[in-house]
């Protein structure tokens, strides 16, 4: 009978916990020592893939699904109809260790709805970490979801035994948030994300100068925004993300594309189309801004608002600004070729060392692994002709599109009939 009673929770609560996606890890070491259970060594967590292939997972579950708030795009908010379970701290860490034991698992990504209060959910959810590190000697991944407007002694303590904290921003804008969850206010959301951000800032100043200093939330802190719930438009959203990176040290910010789930007049209906290309667009142009050296104003600004869904937005960039092109890849300096459509991250590490021992042509770049069928119409090389051959913009979009092939490709595909 317990048995079926843990199976069924464990049903309703994984079920609840999917529409989270901001559960990857990147940046832990806590390796294992004292002959204990587990080791997040660098790894990264649920689902997610490593440099070399490797899929690794993790138990990823909510403590409740039982909620204090009534969200409209939440689907265990108060009002909504559905089956209410919640698991006991005990029961969360013998399914983490039985898991981990059968090699189903490498971590836990336990998150909860608020029942209570904040700092009564969040209390629980740290005894779970708590009692893994201590009790079970487990050192494999933790992330746990922090509660909006928990303590600042919980979120030190939480982030003592967890790997990685974040708190999900939900709607990206204020307005937003009030218009979607009237009950919730947006300084909660932020006053746990300071408190992580000042004590990974003051255990960073520590460690220099005592080695033993206990590890703070190896993994950093990350948040979550639902993409098409509230009506932002592309350029809104980058901004709050922009936002968050520089002011709170965010790991990273996940977008998360609305999945319909109700009748509200405030949302898209049932059956509307989850935003899934509009998701990928804006991870891309998080990318770009990251680590490509693109500032948000570059990439969107007033007159475009809006990612084009049809082309990934460093080549829509470069469609809008082909004035600084065509680059010559053999003298433009890195920054600039990391601006060139088809030019990654890699390629132009490759291309600034290759071309110090001689001129690089089109074989040459295409050994180096560049998308010659978007960079060819924005590069001079060593090879004869230049693909651009004042071409308007919009004939080299579809070109280009012509000739690519995509996991969003059935997306556009009826347009590019047209040409």
């Not at 259970?37 to 690794?56: A, E, F, K, P, W």
């Not at 260790?97 to 608020?114: K, M, T, V």
């Not at 890849?329 to 600039?336: C, D, G, L, P």
Request: hydrophobic share 35%; charged share 25%; net charge positive.
């Amino acid at each position: 009978m317990m048995f079926e009673r843990i199976k069924e929770k464990l049903e309703i609560l994984a079920d609840a916990a999917k529409y989270d996606v901001s559960c990857s890890s990147s940046g832990s070491k806590r390796s294992n020592k004292n002959k204990g259970l587990g080791n997040s060594d660098g790894m990264g967590i649920c689902h997610s893939y490593t440099q070399d292939g490797r899929c690794v997972s993790l138990l990823k579950i909510l403590l409740t699904n039982h909620c204090i708030f009534d969200c409209a795009y939440c689907v265990t908010r108060r009002s909504n109809d559905i089956k209410r379970a919640a698991f006991k701290v005990q029961e969360v860490v013998d399914l983490t260790i039985n898991f981990y034991r059968r090699n189903y698992i490498e971590g836990l990504f336990l998150s909860s709805g608020i029942f209570k209060d904040a700092d009564f959910t969040m209390e629980r959810l740290i005894r779970v970490a708590k009692k893994l590190r201590l009790e079970e000697n487990f050192n494999g991944y933790i992330h746990l979801k922090s509660i909006p407007g928990a303590s600042d002694e919980l979120m030190r303590e939480a982030g003592l035994y967890a790997d990685r904290l974040s708190v999900n921003i939900e709607i990206p804008t204020i307005s937003g948030l009030k218009k979607l969850a009237p009950e919730k206010n947006h300084s909660d959301f932020i006053k746990p994300m300071n408190k992580v951000k000042n004590e990974i800032i003051q255990y960073n100043s520590e460690k220099k100068l005592i080695k033993s200093t206990p590890k703070y939330a190896p993994a950093g802190q990350s948040t979550q925004m639902i993409v098409g719930a509230s009506g932002e438009s592309d350029r809104e959203i980058m901004l709050s993300a922009n936002y968050y990176y520089k002011n709170y040290n965010m790991k990273r910010v996940y977008y998360s594309g609305y999945v319909p789930i109700s009748n509200d007049p405030r949302l898209p209906s049932l059956g509307s189309q989850v935003p899934m290309l509009r998701e990928n667009r804006l991870y891309q142009t998080d990318w770009l801004m990251r680590f490509y050296g693109f500032d948000v104003n570059e990439l969107l600004n007033q007159q475009f608002p809006n990612l084009d869904v049809e082309v990934d937005p460093k080549l829509s960039w470069a469609l809008r600004n082909q004035h600084q092109f065509p680059v010559d890849v053999n003298s433009a300096e890195k920054e600039m070729l990391l601006r060139i459509p088809g030019v990654g991250l890699k390629s132009a590490h490759k291309i600034v060392r290759a071309r110090r021992f001689r001129k690089l042509n089109f074989d040459h770049l295409k050994a180096i692994g560049v998308a010659l069928n978007r960079a060819r119409y924005f590069i001079i090389c060593d090879s004869r002709g230049w693909e651009k051959r004042d071409l308007a913009p919009s004939k080299i979009k579809s070109l280009i599109l012509r000739n690519s092939v995509g996991k969003f490709r059935k997306e556009y595909s009826s347009q590019l009939s047209l040409f």
